[in-house]
Structures are given as structure tokens and as C-alpha cells.
């Protein structure tokens, strides 16, 4: 059936519940009239308060709740509105959700599933826009989940629930309401493999998150000029499917890392990295990244033009990485709304 | 209180009101593109702040600043155009509703994480403690920072050193749509729950403007004179939805008499009254308060209008102190 993002994730909370009492789901308004953009709304009402739950707003203290219950038999799922307030959990998070099971020796793990929602552009501004991905996954212990599709968003959430570590589970709110066919019923995707979106010789592209719908605007439209990328959606950010990844480079021979974080110290830089270090003897040519620049987002629209990595500049990319020249000026034509939005849906102001 | 104080109180309500009305007014332009918690019914305390706080006492606020940042005597030009992402804003665009300054003033910062200032404003203190300046701190805080571990360890550290803080809160029952039936336990008052720390606290009404005032200047005298910090807590009632400009008591988190009974108690006009009937004011003179109002509010609107965005390379400055970062 086809469905949004948002109603993927209710649809993979309700599963999660329906399957096993001991799963749980609060953070800040999760009972409220919008839950969460739709993503809870009326679970309290179909699985009772004691399991779906609103809270005060004590981040870190709610963290470390949700790892106390979860050392006790439960599997927590716990939100924030933003990625932003669950800043102050990264005590709780770094220190005792990610080391329990390495800290004694193995005795128990932390099944708990934190979902993170990131802003961007309409007035977000420096704290309610911010992809820090590469924190989590810099930390041993913790998981990264960042969907794309619908699909993936039920199938990866019920994933991570039933995962036996703590999971970070980023959703981009640029993504809430981007339509795809959802399949019924208790579909876990194991956190295990990246997904090839577009197959081709060219250039092999990885992206994650939102960044995986821009490149997907950027390879399509370059076929028309000859040029078929290879695109791969990560889905997990850690740990990574490095096979899918250096498969698709020893037959490119040629990668541009995407990332919606900063440039330095994210994500695409590892795959860079990775990639330079250990298979150089595969490249054709320098491999290259697009992240988010090293200043945070601005809330003025002035100001956040030319922030963000747009499929133009993906597009751009590849032709500077084949040495010809790529044609964009139709596909930004394409684009009928400001360029501070994800489409006429949304009009603010979260 | 005399009667130039009553009638700046009053002008500050006044206009608090219209600022905020007008942006609800205009925020379906889409011309103000950032998230905006407007203060509608909750004048009074930020009002009476402003009359009791001096020039030099410096404050800070979180998401919902607009009138903690006017009272406190901020630019309504530079605020609006901070709102409509100008260059001519107060931070230049760069940080729009929810993070508002104008340091000529003392109002430090305001900013949108729950919380995040306390400790700011405890830090700001300091100094004036160490060097017996006489000025006070004023943190502006909504119910729900009460919750956040951070409160508790900054009022704590305040009371360990006898700080000049007022933190003052403004409980208008809610955080976002959640009651604090759901955030604190029956029966809590949250002035009694800091008072633990051993601090002095009061609990009034925060939509009698004069009693604000007369409890906070009696408040703010003493932790001048080297008291130590004292925790204010006003209850009062947001009119409009959380954030943004409609009014939202449709979608059923509150009932519709609860905010009838809180419209029926408008400080606005209460005080007005008050001053009609005391014979501190008459009719004429309110029409004369609200057409300078108007004309300051339509000045300002047509200044962010007219003002330009800023330059593009904007975006990429003011991360370090020098360029090279
Ligand atoms: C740490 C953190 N958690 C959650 C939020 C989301 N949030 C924004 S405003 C708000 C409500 C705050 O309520 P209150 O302090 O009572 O202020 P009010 O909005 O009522 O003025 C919340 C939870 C946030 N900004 N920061
Ligand atoms: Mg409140």
C-alpha cells in the first residue's frame, strides 16, 4: 500500500508494539494531537499510556530510563522532534548505552531505539537543523540507521527495535511525506546492507537520508546525457555495508560520497578514506565528497541558498569527476518551490 | 506605584500585544520564515519585568523571547527584520524568532533549545558578584524548564555562591500541547519544588501586571543588595497555539472553557481599566498610546521589508572569532 514516510513509521511502531509487550514508546509529545508529525498519533489510544507516553523534558534523564528498562527486558523506543534536544542525552548515550556490553564483559546489551528527527531550511537555524550521524557512528557501540523510502522506514524501525544494541534511528523531516509502497505486517530489515537504487558504470555514488532522493534527481537526469551513475543508499550508517560499497567502485572505478552533515569529520569522509586507503589500486580518479559546509545552517532564507547539496551540484559533480561537461540548468528549472522547502506540503513551522 | 511607572506598564503590554498580533496577522505571507512562539496573553509578566529590571541588568530568555526581549527595551525594528531573515536584524539573520539579542540593552541572547540559557544567565552573574556591580541577572524561564537537569544543577551552583539571579518563570500550564499533569506530580507548585534548594520563591498571578510588579521589586532589591537569587513563578496563560500564529484550541489538548476563563482575565484591558478608573489615564490617552504604537509597529514592518537579505557569503562568517578556522 502505498503510504508517506511518516505513516511508515506509525505503521512499523504499531507492528513493533502488536508484536511484543515489552516494547515501549514515549518521548516529548508522543501522545499529543500531531504525535510527532503524525509518526504516533493515537498509538496511546490502540496500546494504553503505560506503553506509549508523553514525557517532562528531561532528555537525559528519559536516555538513561530507557536503558535501565531496557536492561530490565523492555525494548524503548524513545523520540525527539529534534535531533537537536537529544544532545543532552549524549552522556547517557556515549557512556552507558554504547559501553554496557563491552564495560562487563559481555553480560547484557542494550536494546533500546532512539529516534532522532532532522530539520532543514524554513527558519530551522543553527539548533533545529543539525545531521550529526558521524557522532553517533563514531561511537563503538551504538548503531546508525538513516532511511530514504517508506519501505525502509517501517522495515529499518521494526529493525531496530528488535535489534539487540542501541540504535540511533535518523529521520530526516524532509522525508516525512514522501510517498512508497509499504508492505503489511511485521517486515524486520536487519541492520546488515546498503541498497543499489541505480545501477550503472560511471560514477558509483553513495548517499544516505535525504541526500539519496537529491542524487536520485541528479542520475536520472543524467542519463539523458549518457551518463549512467551507480547510486547507493547506504540505509546504515553503521555498521556500513563496505561489500556493496567497494563492489560498486571496482567496477566504476570513480566515487562521490554525499553526506547531509558537515565535511569535516563525516561520513563521507570515511568512505572516502576507506575507499583512497584500501582500494586505491580500483580508482580511476580522486575520489570525491558533497557534505553540508563547516558553518552551521542559518535561520534566514538569504542565507541557506546555497547551503545545502542539491542535485545539481551531485550533477555537476559527476561531470567534473568524468572531465565533460553536464547539463543542469532543466533540472533546477525543474524545481517549482522555494528552495527552502521539500516540496507546496510544507509551509512551516516545523 | 507611581503613576509614569503604571502608565510605561501598561504602553509595554500595549504593545507587546500589537507586535505580537501583528505577526500573527502577517505570518501567512510566508514572509517570516522561521519558527515563531508568539506571547499573546502573557504580556504582564514580561511587562513588569521590564519596568523593575535597569538598563544595565542583562537577561536572557529561550524560544518564546519576543516580549521578554522588548520589555527589556530590544529594537522592534531589529526584531522584525530578524524575523524576515534581514541583514538589518538583530543577529543579522542568522538566528531569526528564536534567537534574539540586542546586548545595548542587556538582553543577552535568547535561544530555542529548553533550558539551554540558565546556566547562561547564572555565568553572567558572576562577574557582577565578584566586582559588586549591582546589576542582577534575569533568566526568563517557561514550566517546563523546571524538568531539565540543567535547572536544578544551576540554581544549586547560585544558592552555593549567593548569585544576583532572578530566575523567572512564567508557568502558563503547558509545554507545547502536554499539561504539567503529565510532567509533574498532583498538587506540585513549582515555586515550593525550587524552594527545596533553599532559595527564597513566590508564586502570584501573573496576569495582575502591578502585582508582578510589586512582588519583583521587592524581589530584585534584595538579590541586589547581595541575597543571593530568588525564583519567581507567574501564572499565566498562551492564547495562541504553541508555535505559530492560529489560535489551535481545536485540535482538543485544552479545553475551550479553560481558555475562555483565561481570555475573560486579559491583562491588557484589566490594566487598562484600572488606570482609566484610578484616573491615572483617560480613554484619549490610551488612543494616543496605541496610535504611537501602531505607528512604531508599522515602521517596523516596513523596515524588515524594505531592508535587504543578507549578502550571501554571509552565511559563512561569524563561526570564529578570525576567518581562518
Ligand atoms: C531540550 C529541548 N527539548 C524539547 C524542545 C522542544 N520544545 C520547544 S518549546 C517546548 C516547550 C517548552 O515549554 P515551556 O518551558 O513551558 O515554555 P512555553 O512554550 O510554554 O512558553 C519544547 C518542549 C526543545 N526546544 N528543547
Ligand atoms: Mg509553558
Redesign the interface.
Known amino acids: 500500500m502505498a503510504t508517506t514516510f511518516a505513516a511508515a513509521i506509525r505503521d512499523g511502531l504499531a507492528t513493533a508494539l502488536a508484536a511484543d509487550p515489552n516494547v515501549i514508546c514515549f518521548g516529548?509529545?508522543t501522545d499529543?494531537?500531531?504525535g510527532v508529525f503524525g509518526t504516533t498519533l493515537d498509538l496511546h489510544k490502540q496500546f494504553g499510556p503505560e506503553r506509549v507516553?508523553?514525557?517532562?523534558?528531561?532528555?537525559?534523564?528519559m536516555t538513561g530510563f530507557a536503558i535501565g528498562a531496557a536492561l530490565n527486558g523492555m525494548r524503548p523506543v524513545m523520540t525527539h522532534q529534534r535531533l537537536?534536544?537529544a544532545?543532552?542525552s549524549l552522556d547517557q548515550l556515549v557512556n552507558n548505552a554504547a559501553k554496557w556490553r563491552f564495560m562487563f564483559g559481555g553480560k547484557r546489551g542494550v536494546p533500546i531505539t532512539i529516534r532522532m528527527i532532522i530539520g532543514r531550511g524554513?527558519?530551522?537555524?543553527?539548533?533545529?537543523s543539525q545531521s550529526l550521524q558521524s557522532w553517533f557512528a563514531h561511537i563503538p557501540g551504538l548503531k546508525v540507521v538513516m532511511p530514504t523510502t517508506a519501505e525502509d522506514a517501517k522495515g529499518l524501525l521494526l529493525g531496530a527495535i528488535f535489534d539487540d544494541d542501541p540504535v540511533i534511528f535518523l529521520e530526516h523531516r524532509w522525508l516525512h511525506n514522501m510517498q512508497g509502497e509499504v508492505p503489511a505486517g511485521d517486515v524486520r530489515t536487519p541492520l546488515g546492507k546498503a541498497r543499489v537504487v541505480r545501477q550503472g558504470d560511471a560514477v558509483t555514488i553513495v548517499a544516505m537520508s535525504y541526500m539519496t532522493v537529491e542524487a536520485l534527481h541528479a542520475v536520472d537526469h543524467l542519463v539523458a546525457q549518457g551518463i549512467a551513475c551507480e547510486l547507493i543508499d547506504l540505509r546504515i550508517i553503521r555498521p556500513l555495508d563496505w561489500p556493496t560499497v567497494i563492489t560498486s567502485v571496482q567496477k566504476t572505478g570513480r566515487l562521490l560520497a554525499l553526506d547531509s552533515g558537515h565535511l569535516t569529520g563525516g561520513v563521507a569522509g570515511e568512505i572516502v578514506a576507506r575507499i583512497a586507503t584500501d582500494h586505491f589500486a580500483s580508482l580511476k580518479s580522486a575520489p570525491q565528497r558533497l557534505a553540508a559546509?563547516?558553518?552551521?545552517e542559518?535561520?534566514?532564507?538569504?542565507?541557506?541558498?546555497?547551503?545545502h547539496v542539491r542535485a545539481e551540484h551531485i550533477a555537476q559533480a559527476v561531470g567534473r569527476i568524468l572531465g565533460r561537461d553536464v547539463e543542469t540548468a532543466s533540472l533546477v528549472a525543474q524545481r517549482t518551490f522555494p528552495h527552502?522547502v521539500p516540496g507546496t506540503w510544507f509551509?512551516?513551522?516545523? | 506605584m507611581n503613576p509614569e511607572t503604571s502608565r510605561r506598564l501598561l504602553f509595554d503590554m500595549l504593545r507587546i500585544r500589537s507586535v505580537e498580533e501583528t505577526i500573527a496577522a502577517r505570518y501567512g505571507e510566508?514572509k517570516m520564515?522561521?519558527?515563531?512562539h508568539l506571547s499573546v496573553g502573557q504580556e504582564a509578566v514580561a511587562a513588569a519585568a521590564g519596568a523593575v529590571l535597569r538598563p544595565t541588568d542583562l537577561a536572557v530568555s529561550g524560544h518564546r523571547a519576543h516580549a521578554h526581549y522588548l520589555a527589556k527595551g530590544g529594537s522592534l525594528k531589529a526584531m522584525i527584520a530578524e524575523i524576515y531573515?534581514?541583514v538589518t536584524?538583530c543577529?543579522r539573520?542568522?538566528?531569526?524568532?528564536?534567537?534574539l539579542v540586542d546586548e545595548s540593552v542587556g538582553f543577552m541572547g535568547s535561544?530555542?533549545?529548553?533550558?539551554g540559557t540558565v546556566p547562561v544567565g547564572v555565568g553572567l552573574s558572576y562577574p557582577m558578584k565578584l566586582n559588586k556591580t549591582g546589576q542582577i541577572s534575569c533568566v526568563f524561564l517557561g514550566d517546563?524548564?523546571p524538568?531539565?537537569?540543567?535547572f536544578f544543577e544551576s540554581v544549586n551552583f547560585a544558592v552555593v555562591k549567593r548569585l544576583p539571579v532572578l530566575f523567572l518563570c512564567e508557568n502558563n500550564g503547558y509545554?507545547?500541547?502536554?499539561p504539567l499533569s503529565?510532567?509533574?506530580p498532583p498538587g506540585r507548585k513549582l515555586s515550593e519544588l525550587v524552594a527545596g534548594f533553599g532559595l527564597e520563591t513566590h508564586h502570584g498571578d501573573g496576569n495582575d501586571a502591578r502585582a508582578v510588579v510589586a512582588a519583583l521589586s521587592e524581589g530584585v532589591a534584595a538579590i541586589r543588595a547581595g541575597e543571593g537569587p530568588r525564583f519567581y513563578e507567574f501564572e499565566t496563560y498562551r492564547w495562541r497555539e504553541h508555535?505559530?500564529p492560529n489560535y489551535d484550541n481545536d485540535?482538543?489538548?485544552r479545553a475551550v472553557a479553560e481558555f475562555e476563563a483565561w481570555k475573560q482575565r486579559d491583562p491588557v484591558p484589566a490594566l487598562q481599566r484600572a488606570l482609566i478608573t484610578e484616573g491615572i489615564m483617560t480613554e484619549a490617552d490610551v488612543a494616543d498610546m496605541q496610535a504611537e504604537i501602531d505607528a512604531e509597529i508599522g515602521e517596523a514592518f516596513a523596515f524588515a521589508e524594505s531592508s535587504p537579505?543578507?549578502p550571501?557569503e554571509?552565511?559563512?562568517t561569524d563561526?570564529y572569532a578570525s576567518a581562518a578556522?
Open positions: 516529548l509529545g499529543d494531537p500531531k507516553f508523553d514525557m517532562p523534558t528531561s532528555e537525559a534523564a537537536d534536544f544532545l543532552l524554513w527558519g530551522q537555524g543553527p539548533t533545529h559546509p563547516d558553518v552551521p542559518a535561520t534566514s532564507p538569504a542565507l541557506t541558498k546555497n547551503y527552502d509551509s512551516g513551522p516545523f | 510566508q520564515r522561521c519558527p515563531t531573515g534581514k536584524g543577529a539573520g542568522k538566528g531569526g524568532s528564536m534567537h535561544t530555542a533549545i529548553v533550558g517546563a524548564v524538568e531539565t537537569g540543567v509545554s507545547v500541547y502536554s503529565v510532567r509533574q508555535c505559530g485540535i482538543g489538548y537579505f543578507p550571501p554571509d552565511a559563512f563561526v578556522g
